[in-house]
């Protein structure tokens, strides 16, 4: 651990919320469809998406046929990337001839990407043609975060509104939040990233000779463009089979600090967007504070565990006698270039923001720091999160909090004006159940089933967490990956694609519910039987909610993994 380290998480964590109100303010004037310094620009080129595709922005959805535009749109999706994937070889811009994906392969990568997961059981640089990466992982990038976003709109219209039938036009919140959030920040961020050395060109890899006179395939394409939207979207996926780790992907100190902010602006924002858009400002800062704390505390102990590094490979004092801290802390997986300061914040973000992104290996981490990173992906996004479903997964939360409350004053739970019902609670827990069931659920059969076993690299506790790590990873739509696991098999494959599938969609349509039901709901003026919301008090209950909640649903999990596998390394036993 370092001064340097520690400023660094600091600065960011300055920067991030420095970023949030100005642009919540950018989004909730987007998606309230006011005017904007971008609209002279862009708005022909909404118009004419409109007109091409037979929409009318002005015409309003109810919950059920907003939910309907979401799932068709997803599902015709998976369809056409399924299909790009397989045919791969019969389309241009694959310069390097490869073949067409695997079935099953083509199968999770369409869900994972549609999914906003971003889940890669390939090698992105020789599995997928240019044409591939950038007409069917660029844009699905695009589209899932935008389809996200939308339906967190929808739920803080739900919120907002007063009996009121619907809930937003999907088709316009779509188009939006494209053409008027991801895009024009997409571009800035990718000529930045070109100009701090990112590639970004359509030639075919080329041949190098080595110093020991031997021959290497470089691998380039088009970095730049697909590496701004994997981030900025929470999809995480790299045009590179090491990610962000990858030199052209993030060359510099410098990109790999600007990939951070990029991956946390969005859904930081959206916390000062909602509160704009109800009405009272402070309630987003609340729900910001709280996801403030559960990451700082979670990147705290990731540096400090990373910082002392392994017991086991102590360096020795001048008198010979055994030190309590690795040398250098635990540099194993780790880009020098990047330290392990940038490399534990870099991994904190990622996993507390469900975009899947990382600079360093996460099977390489120590069990502590391991155990805090399934952590972040276990509470359902709540920790930022990815655009939209980071603040939906909070505001499930909320509603959890609210009634609780409720139950301990013996009234009718409230928040932001709205009751909480039993139609609420229900649609709620039916939300919060699909995540801990999916990863709970696979991962016990995958630990006893043969084709499952064979893929494990590693045995005991940590083979263990990688199972666990993997079924977390692809049901909380993050999408990164501890490693020493062979996830690109038949078994793998189709289970995962089923657990992102359950991840989202079996989430987002309970969400979509809620927000009709509380769109159709007066506004119920506070009284004094009110919990406050806006306070320390519901801050804390909150935040303790969401930790005990968690703690229940996943400490034995993570018991029989990263905590066995700490006192183990302890007692010197490593895997």
């Known amino acids: 651990m370092t001064f340097v380290g520690w400023l660094q998480i600091a600065l960011f964590v300055t920067i991030v919320g420095s970023l949030t109100r100005p642009l919540g303010g950018y989004l909730a004037r987007v998606y309230a469809g006011e005017r904007t310094k971008l609209q002279p620009l862009l708005r022909p080129i909404e118009i004419a998406i409109y007109r091409l595709s037979g929409v009318d922005p002005g015409v309003e959805q109810n919950w059920y046929h907003y939910a309907i535009s979401f799932l068709l749109f997803h599902a015709f999706g998976i369809l056409a990337l399924y299909a790009l994937l397989r045919l791969q070889a019969e389309f241009p811009l694959n310069p390097d001839s490869l073949p067409a994906v695997a079935p099953d392969l083509a199968l999770n990568t369409a869900v994972s990407f549609v999914t906003n997961t971003s889940w890669q059981s390939y090698g992105g640089e020789t599995t997928l043609s240019y044409a591939s990466q950038m007409a069917g992982i660029t844009v699905q990038s695009f589209l899932s975060a935008a389809s996200g976003i939308a339906v967190v709109m929808a739920l803080i219209r739900g919120f907002a509104r007063r009996r009121a039938h619907t809930v937003g036009n999907f088709w316009a919140d779509l188009t939006r939040g494209t053409l008027y959030v991801l895009l024009p920040l997409c571009v800035v961020a990718a000529v930045f990233l070109a100009a701090e050395g990112v590639p970004q060109t359509l030639a075919s890899?080329?041949?190098?000779?080595?110093?020991?006179?031997?021959?290497?395939?470089?691998?380039?394409?088009?970095?730049?463009?697909?590496?701004?939207?994997?981030?900025?979207?929470?999809?995480?996926?790299?045009?590179?089979?090491?990610?962000?780790?990858?030199?052209?992907?993030?060359?510099?100190?410098?990109?790999?600090?600007?990939?951070?902010?990029?991956?946390?602006?969005?859904?930081?924002?959206?916390?000062?967007?909602?509160?704009?858009?109800?009405?009272?400002?402070?309630?987003?800062?609340?729900?910001?504070?709280?996801?403030?704390?559960l990451f700082v505390l979670g990147v705290g102990v990731v540096y400090f565990s990373e910082g002392r590094g392994n017991p086991s490979f102590a360096a020795l004092n001048v008198d010979?006698?055994?030190?309590?801290?690795?040398?250098?802390?635990?540099?194993?997986?780790?880009?020098?270039?990047?330290?392990?300061?940038?490399?534990?914040?870099?991994?904190?973000?990622?996993?507390?923001?469900?975009?899947g992104a990382v600079d360093s290996m996460h099977d390489s981490f120590l069990p502590l720091?391991?155990?805090?990173?399934?952590?972040?992906?276990?509470?359902?996004?709540?920790?930022?999160?990815?655009?939209?479903?980071?603040?939906?997964?909070?505001?499930?939360?909320?509603?959890?909090?609210?009634?609780?409350?409720?139950?301990?004053?013996?009234?009718?739970?409230?928040?932001?004006?709205?009751?909480?019902?039993?139609?609420?609670?229900?649609?709620?827990?039916?939300?919060?159940?699909?995540?801990?069931?999916?990863?709970?659920?696979?991962?016990?059969?995958?630990?006893?089933?043969?084709?499952?076993?064979?893929?494990?690299?590693?045995?005991?506790?940590?083979?263990?967490?990688?199972?666990?790590?993997?079924?977390?990873?692809?049901?909380?739509?993050?999408?990164?990956?501890?490693?020493?696991?062979?996830?690109?098999?038949?078994?793998?494959?189709?289970?995962?694609?089923?657990?992102?599938?359950?991840?989202?969609?079996?989430?987002?349509?309970?969400?979509?519910?809620?927000?009709?039901?509380?769109?159709?709901?007066?506004?119920?003026?506070?009284?004094?039987?009110?919990?406050?919301t806006n306070g320390t008090l519901f801050f804390g209950f909150l935040l303790g909610v969401i930790v005990i909640v968690g703690g229940l649903t996943y400490l034995p999990a993570l018991v029989f993994g990263p905590v066995i596998e700490h006192f183990q390394m302890l007692g010197g036993t490593l895997y």
């Open 205 to 293: 890899s080329i041949s190098a000779t080595t110093l020991e006179g031997g021959t290497q395939i470089i691998a380039r394409g088009p970095v730049a463009s697909q590496e701004a939207i994997k981030l900025l979207s929470g999809d995480g996926g790299g045009f590179f089979n090491a990610n962000s780790a990858h030199p052209f992907e993030n060359p510099t100190p410098l990109t790999n600090f600007a990939e951070m902010l990029l991956i946390f602006c969005l859904g930081a924002a959206l916390t000062n967007c909602f509160g704009r858009m109800v009405g009272a400002e402070r309630e987003g800062w609340i729900l910001l504070g709280v996801m403030a704390i």
């Open 320 to 355: 010979q006698t055994t030190s309590s801290q690795q040398a250098g802390g635990n540099m194993e997986g780790k880009e020098v270039r990047f330290g392990i300061g940038g490399s534990a914040l870099f991994a904190d973000v990622s996993t507390a923001s469900s975009d």
């Open 369 to 532: 720091s391991g155990g805090i990173l399934l952590a972040n992906m276990m509470v359902d996004e709540v920790i930022v999160g990815a655009p939209g479903s980071g603040l939906y997964g909070m505001l499930l939360f909320c509603i959890v909090t609210v009634f609780l409350g409720g139950l301990m004053i013996g009234r009718t739970p409230e928040y932001v004006g709205k009751k909480i019902g039993a139609p609420e609670i229900k649609m709620t827990i039916l939300a919060l159940i699909w995540v801990p069931a999916a990863i709970l659920g696979l991962t016990a059969i995958a630990c006893v089933v043969a084709p499952s076993l064979a893929d494990l690299g590693n045995a005991g506790p940590h083979g263990y967490s990688e199972i666990l790590y993997a079924f977390t990873s692809a049901a909380a739509t993050n999408g990164s990956a501890f490693a020493g696991l062979n996830a690109n098999s038949q078994f793998y494959n189709l289970t995962l694609a089923l657990a992102m599938f359950i991840g989202r969609f079996l989430v987002i349509v309970p969400v979509l519910a809620i927000a009709g039901s509380l769109a159709a709901q007066p506004i119920i003026p506070r009284s004094a039987g009110t919990l406050p």
